[in-house]
Structures are given as structure tokens and as C-alpha cells.
């Protein structure tokens, strides 16, 4: 059994800023990382309410990511807010309407130059450029097409063949509009327009393209640079631990940890961090043992799963609620869109253990929030442990833990 500082719970928008944001306060931090969630599906536009704080703007940097409102245009041709991007997505805020935005026409799945300019509206025109160096660039995907452009010399083909197309132009031009192609890496899209001369971008992609894989190569790059140490696997469950310096046991698949103190940010339903298993999954053909509640934490711990700020009720039926009753559109505020971990300021659920991010119950399902979130907890572990003496959490601080 090892020691591991503060052990965060997730690796995506919430996990990575909390331990960024612990590890800048001075805190010794783990990251467990059980794979992809959420975050991966990013399409690369960032949404959610409020002025981002300033450790949420360089963390946010540091996981090249711009925040600030801004105007993007997605796949289909819709022109949108957002209160952020992905660098590789063209910001058009200030070039639409006065401005023209060239949408550079070629064969990609899914990509119709055309027709994103008929439905994106005024001061935007097709421009004929050859983009496609090889002949499986017709047909492969985002990401593979995307990571063909980290390479130096592919960017500087690129380059010409964009000038090129300007120069055929019937009329000025002032930003290029590619698919989802601008590095995977890294975000290329700087180094492109420092070589075209114009601003040159992505449109947002669809879930799975290469603006969650960028976030992910990123976050690499951030954790490695701040000290935190990632651990591969999935945690079991945590529990409270009596006797040591350290307030928590972290259990995962052939490895314990004791931490400090901790942060879940294991994500929502999406994400994994929260599973719908009612009464009637337990046996596949025959009348349920007993009635439970409908969702719980994939991550057992001292946690109550709550929505509407309060505990879920344990249904009258064996055979629980209706799952369509749970969701959009039968159910207006629907109970899949809040439920999750009930905590207090900061994601406080007990002493020294946190939640961010979409497994907080009641909070908002959008990225800046995530970020936001994450930061907060981050800090407040990081003040619990590098300021102030142990407190060692009761295991009933919140409700019983139970082993899988």
C-alpha cells in the first residue's frame, strides 16, 4: 500500500483541474485514470455561465484551450456562442458579417463546403483548395486525418496549397474555414495561419473528433509538467481509514492507495462515474429481492446520491420508475439531469473528500463548469492537507460505504 498526497478520481475537465489546480497549491497528488470519458467526445466549443476565475483561465491555457466569448461554426453550418474553444477552432466573432470566411471545399466524410455556406449565411464563400495529399484521406477518419497534419513538413504542404486556393479567390479573403484536420497533438492551426497570412481554423467536430483528443494529449503534457503522478486502473471504492497520517484507502484492481484526502470527478452518466441499475437489473427473469434506488456512484464510498438537493427516495415498486419517466421529454426537469453525489461549497462531502464535475448532483452538464468545479475542489483538498492537521473522517460522515 502506498501513499499518494491527495488521490483525485477521473481524468477528464474536472479530474485534470482539480489535481493541476492541488498540485499548484503545493499539494502531492495522484491522478487515477480509468480510461476515456466525457471528455474525450469534446467537439471542441466550450459552454457555461460566469466569468471564468483566474487559476480556471491557466489551467485552461494549459490544456490549450482559449476562454472568452467567441463565435464558432459547427459541421452543419451553424453559426454559435460559446464562452470558449479548442485552439484549432476558428473564432469568427469579429470577422462575420464584415468580413469574408473562405470555407475551403474537399472530400472528407461529412464535409459539404456548399452547403455549409448556404445554411451559414452572409459573407461566407467556398474556396477551392487541394487539401488531400493521399488517396485514403477521402475516407479516413478525423482524427487520423488531424494527426497527418503534426507533422512539419505535411503543415508547410498545407500552407501552399491554401495560398494557392487563395489566389483563385474571385475577392478577398480574411479567415479559412477547414474539417477537423488542424493536428492532434497539438493545436496547428497558429503555425497554419502564421504561414497562409490569414486566420485559418476548424469548424467544431462531432463527439470522438480530434478536439477531445487534443484535450487528452494536453492534459498529458499539464500533469507532467506540474509533478502529479498518474496511475492507470479503476478505482473499487474508497474508504475512511484510522490510525495513519492519511484520511483515506483508495482501492483499485491490485493496488491500494492512501490518500490524504480526495476528489471523485469520475463523471455523470456519460462519463461513468454514476450507473443506472435499478431494482430489476439485479436478476435478468425473475421478481427483484428488494426495492433500491434507481442510480448510484460507480466509485463505492461514504457518499449520498441525491437530486433536487436532497437524497433519492427508495421506489414503492419493486420494479421502480419508469425509465422514461426519468428522462427528456416525459419528465421536465428530468431526474438523469441532476442526479449524482450530494455535497456542499467546493464539492464538500466530508472532511477532506470532494466531488467535481458532472457527478455532483443539481450542477450544470457543460465544460466550464466541469473546469470550474474541479478547480475549486482541487484547492480545497490542497488547503486541507498542505495547511492544516489531519482530521479523520467518520465512514458514516455521509452515508454507509459499501464493498463491490
Not at 278 to 286: D, H, T, V, W
Amino acid at each position: 500500500m502506498s501513499t499518494a498526497g491527495i488521490v483525485v478520481i477521473g481524468a477528464g475537465v474536472a479530474g485534470t483541474s482539480a489535481a493541476l489546480a492541488a498540485a499548484r497549491a503545493g499539494a502531492r497528488v495522484t491522478l487515477v485514470n480509468a480510461g476515456a470519458g466525457a471528455s474525450v467526445l469534446w467537439t471542441g466549443a466550450i459552454d457555461g455561465a460566469g466569468e471564468p476565475s483566474d487559476e480556471a483561465r491557466r489551467i485552461a491555457e494549459s490544456l490549450g484551450v482559449v476562454l472568452g466569448d467567441s463565435t464558432v461554426v459547427t459541421q452543419t453550418g451553424l453559426v454559435r456562442g460559446a464562452q470558449g474553444r479548442d485552439a484549432a477552432i476558428l473564432d469568427v466573432l469579429h470577422l462575420l458579417p464584415e468580413r469574408t470566411v473562405g470555407v475551403v471545399r474537399c472530400e472528407r466524410p461529412g464535409w459539404d463546403a456548399d452547403a455549409l455556406v448556404r445554411t451559414a449565411g452572409e459573407n461566407m464563400a467556398v474556396v477551392d483548395a487541394t487539401i488531400l495529399r493521399y488517396a485514403d484521406e477521402h475516407r479516413v477518419p478525423d482524427a487520423d486525418f488531424a494527426a497527418r497534419h503534426d507533422e512539419p513538413a505535411r503543415l508547410a504542404w498545407l500552407s501552399e496549397r491554401l495560398l494557392e486556393g487563395l489566389q483563385r479567390a474571385p475577392g478577398p479573403v480574411h479567415a479559412l474555414l477547414l474539417p477537423p484536420s488542424l493536428g492532434l497533438e497539438k493545436a496547428r492551426a497558429a503555425e497554419l495561419s502564421e504561414r497562409v497570412r490569414v486566420t485559418c481554423g476548424e469548424v467544431t467536430a462531432l463527439p470522438g473528433g480530434p478536439a477531445g483528443l487534443r484535450f487528452e494529449h494536453a492534459r498529458d503534457r499539464a500533469l507532467r509538467a506540474a509533478g502529479v503522478t498518474v496511475v492507470a486502473g479503476r478505482a473499487l471504492f474508497v474508504e475512511a481509514v484510522a490510525g495513519t497520517p492519511e484520511a483515506f484507502c483508495v482501492h483499485l484492481a491490485g493496488q491500494d492507495l492512501l490518500a490524504e484526502a480526495v476528489v471523485l470527478a469520475a463523471g455523470g452518466l456519460l462519463g461513468g462515474g454514476v450507473a443506472y441499475e435499478p431494482s430489476e437489473a439485479m436478476l435478468a427473469a425473475a421478481l427483484p429481492p428488494m426495492a433500491r434506488v434507481a442510480f448510484r456512484c460507480t466509485v463505492e464510498a461514504p457518499v449520498r446520491m441525491g437530486a433536487h438537493g436532497r437524497a433519492l427516495d427508495i421506489p414503492g415498486s419493486l420494479f421502480g420508475v419508469a425509465p422514461e419517466l426519468l428522462a427528456w421529454p416525459l419528465s421536465h426537469d428530468a431526474l438523469m439531469d441532476r442526479v449524482g453525489v450530494l455535497c456542499g461549497d467546493a464539492g464538500r462531502i466530508a472532511p477532506r473528500l470532494y466531488a467535481a464535475g458532472e457527478i455532483v448532483a443539481d450542477g450544470p452538464r457543460t465544460w466550464l463548469p466541469a473546469l470550474e468545479s474541479g478547480v475549486r475542489a482541487g484547492l480545497a483538498a490542497a488547503s486541507d492537507t498542505v495547511k492544516a492537521p489531519v482530521v479523520r473522517p467518520s465512514s458514516r460522515a455521509a452515508g454507509p460505504a459499501t464493498r463491490p
